[in-house]
């Protein structure tokens, strides 16, 4: 099968187009002819070698962690696969996680969902990821309503999904963003602040209130000032984009959610998309053999929304 691989650890240039065997599912697992696959900041750290405590990486690798495709092959005698309390068959849509890679025709994965027939295949390969990442974070964080959230990254993906979410529950959210992208998250319900020199005083001035907790899906230096934010504590704060959060005794979030809340969280997302309130918009597109393309603007950051994959 073609597939995007990597041998060794570097930049974008280390990815080729080329082609591995087919894998084969065993017990609990579906293979799925992908359709689409969604691209993630993880995905380039990956490459980089940057999360191996996290993600050990096995040469060859294949890159992608989220994808939307049809269901191939099921490794299961009896027809049940990773979908809880239901039966799969082949030629069923579904998302989710791979645990083979999402860039490549073909992945296998432990943790699917059905994808409404209302939802397009790219609409759907964009929900997984920023999805569960969202609601894990703020399950975390234990967000109530009344309370104030300041979000860093607030227009990328796992941003959009969790200004969202806790808008939802009743939240307020302060979302740092570029000022090209405030009318946008005005329209998501967050109050938006400009980041950079004097985010503090615009965070307090958009937030007299006081932060209660901070989501950093950003990076770029954001935990010093959160901190300060949070009145010297880094209590109900995280980051899932700072490598360094230990430095500051921050709590980095990589995942740990249990399969079956994970397989819950993407059904009800999709069904919060489907009824128009929960969207993570595709930016845009690009072919299986320009993944590098994608990921280097993936790297550069400032996409609002998903980077997406045709297979």
Do not use: C
């Not at 697992?29 to 900041?41: E, S």
């Not at 703020?138 to 959230?149: I, K, N, P, R």
Request: hydrophobic letters at 50%; aromatic letters at 6%; zero cysteines.
């Amino acid at each position: 099968m073609r597939a995007i691989i990597y041998n060794e650890f570097g930049g974008p240039d280390v990815l080729a187009l080329g082609h591995t065997d087919k894998p084969v599912p065993g017990p609990g697992q579906v293979r799925v002819k992908v359709v689409a696959a969604g691209v993630n900041p993880l995905d380039h750290k990956q490459r980089y070698g940057w999360v191996e405590h996290f993600y050990p990486t096995t040469f060859p690798a294949v890159p992608g962690l989220e994808f939307a495709g049809v269901v191939d092959a099921i490794g299961d005698a009896d027809g049940h696969g990773p979908l809880s309390g239901e039966a799969l068959a082949v030629g069923d849509e579904v998302f989710g996680l791979t645990s083979t890679g999402s860039y490549a025709e073909y992945a296998l994965a432990e943790h699917v969902a059905r994808k409404p027939a209302t939802l397009s295949f790219e609409a759907a390969a964009a929900l997984p990821v920023a999805g569960e990442t969202a609601q894990r974070v703020l399950g975390t964080l234990g967000l109530m309503t009344g309370e104030t959230l300041l979000l860093h990254g607030a227009a990328g993906a796992v941003g959009q999904a969790a200004v969202q979410l806790a808008v939802a529950s009743g939240a307020t959210v302060v979302g740092t963003a570029s000022p090209a992208n405030h009318d946008f998250l005005r329209a998501l319900g967050a109050v938006p602040v400009a980041y950079g020199a004097g985010l503090a005083d615009r965070v307090r001035a958009a937030a007299p209130q006081g932060v209660d907790a901070v989501l950093d899906a950003a990076g770029q230096d954001a935990l010093p000032v959160s901190i300060a934010l949070r009145g010297g504590t880094t209590d109900r704060i995280v980051t899932i984009a700072d490598m360094h959060a230990a430095d500051h005794g921050v709590v980095f979030s990589a995942g740990g959610t249990p399969p079956e809340q994970v397989r819950a969280i993407m059904a009800a997302h999709a069904r919060l998309a489907v009824e128009g309130k929960l969207a993570i918009p595709v930016v845009e597109t690009f072919a299986l053999a320009d993944a590098a393309k994608a990921q280097e603007l993936s790297e550069a950051g400032h996409v609002r929304g998903k980077l997406i994959i045709k297979v």
